[in-house]
T-cell receptor, first 111, second 115 residues
Framework: QQNVQQSPESLIVPEGARTSLNCTFS?????YFWWYRQHSGKAPKALM?????GEKEEGRFTIHLNKASLHFSLHIRDSQPSDSALYLC???????????FGSGTKVIVLP | EAAVTQSPRSKVAVTGGKVTLSCHQT?????MYWYRQDTGHGLRLIHY???????EKGDIPDGYKASRPSQENFSLILELASLSQTAVYFC??????????????FGEGSRLIVV
């Protein structure tokens, strides 16, 4: 069974700083890797995803994936108070397979 | 954007009672899921469904049943509610085509308190 772990559990950063979140997974056959963001009291919402080794950038957000290390990460450039949320990484082992989520990293961006 | 609606949004149930959480999606998605989230924690998969009239067990199915009577509707049933089932329950749907096939669209959640 897939085991997905996130670190750190929580993070406080000043506005404008770079935020880095980590996710490790246990199933080397995993194929699809996601980050979801959940603001307090709201539904989780897909942020971005990556399917092959390397890096993918969308605006202020960048995902790095290293399948050999069973690790991927999310980096937020120029963090904003509106980025304060619970960040959930998720992994699936096949196309349209159910996602397994990590326990989340709570990010607080101080103005 | 995809629309997933859950009802009730909040419920207090007594231990041993029956609880039904309902989910309706208007996205024409084939896949639907039920996850639970405990305070400050991630999401754990309870049941999911690929097609109407069929359900599959997720990672934590014990104490829960699911029903998918149509493509649009997916229910989660707690036959005998227990204190440990106090949580927020999220329903989600996803399409089966394209690289976005894994994108889950979540409802706003159903907060269940069992007393």
């Amino acid at each position: 069974q897939q085991n997905v772990q996130q670190s750190p559990e929580s993070l406080i950063v000043p506005e404008g700083a770079r935020t880095s979140l980590n996710c490790t997974f246990s199933d080397s056959a995993s194929q699809y890797f996601w980050w979801y963001r959940q603001h307090s009291g709201k539904a989780p919402k897909a942020l971005m995803s990556i399917f092959s080794n390397g890096e993918k950038e969308e605006g202020r957000f960048t995902i790095h994936l290293n399948k050999a290390s069973l690790h991927f990460s999310l980096h937020i450039r120029d963090s904003q108070p509106s980025d304060s949320a619970l960040y959930l990484c998720a992994v699936s082992s096949g196309f349209a397979s159910a996602l397994t989520f990590g326990s989340g990293t709570k990010v607080i961006v101080l103005p | 954007e995809a629309a997933v609606t859950q009802s009730p949004r909040s419920k207090v149930a007594v231990t041993g009672g029956k609880v039904t959480l309902s989910c309706h999606q208007t996205n024409n998605h084939d896949y639907m899921y039920w996850y639970r989230q405990d305070t400050g924690h991630g999401l754990r998969l309870i049941h999911y469904s690929y097609v109407a009239d069929s359900t599959e067990k997720g990672d934590i199915p014990d104490g829960y049943k699911a029903s998918r009577p149509s493509q649009e509707n997916f229910s989660l049933i707690l036959e005998l509610a227990s204190l440990s089932q106090t949580a927020v329950y999220f329903c989600a749907s996803s399409d089966r085509t394209g690289l976005s096939g894994n994108t889950l669209y979540f409802g706003e959640g159903s907060r269940l308190i069992v007393v």
